[in-house]
């Protein structure tokens, strides 16, 4: 079938079977790999993006269940031009990663928490990232980034 998605801003149309997943259509042809791939079974949220500006695990999704108007952002869309999202600034000021495998996952689940009033503190935010596993970090890093994130994104 005929896929048509608009990533980062960018329209992309091709053909695939209709049983493609979000993740491999982002990943094999958008050429976006900053969405890892780990479980495909919902469990790790290394594959999350964002739809409309909400958290969601590509590998959980059909492309074709994506509307051709909605808006996927991706990690490569986060930033502008050189400037980071405060939330990318925040992880990097923690030293919330290690191998980076789970970090586009985490970051994008983090700015999500903005628009759904995540409490800026380490209780709300370790239970809204119980979708995200690192296997890392021991998350103490993770969560100061997102805590400080969620304070910069909402003040300014
Ligand atoms: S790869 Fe999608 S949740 Fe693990
Ligand atoms: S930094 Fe390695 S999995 Fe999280």
Not at 69 to 88: F, K, R, Y
């Amino acid at each position: 079938m005929r896929h048509q998605l608009r990533v980062n801003g960018r329209e992309f149309h091709f053909e695939a079977d209709a049983s493609l997943l979000l993740i491999d259509a982002i990943r094999e042809h958008c050429q976006l790999t900053g969405a890892n791939q780990g479980c495909d079974t919902a469990q790790c949220g290394t594959c999350t993006v964002l739809i409309d500006g909400a958290a969601v695990k590509a590998c959980n999704l059909l492309a074709a269940q994506v509307a051709a108007d909605a808006s996927v952002t991706t990690i490569e869309g986060l930033a502008i031009g050189d400037v980071l999202h405060p939330m990318q600034v925040c992880f990097s000021t923690h030293h919330a990663l290690q191998c980076g495998f789970c970090t586009p996952g985490m970051i994008l689940r983090a700015v999500a928490m903005e628009a759904e009033g995540v409490a800026a503190d380490d209780r709300a935010v370790r239970h809204a990232l119980a979708g995200n596993l690192c296997r890392c970090t021991g998350y103490e890093g993770i969560v100061a980034a997102v805590v400080d994130g969620l304070q910069q994104m909402r003040a300014r």
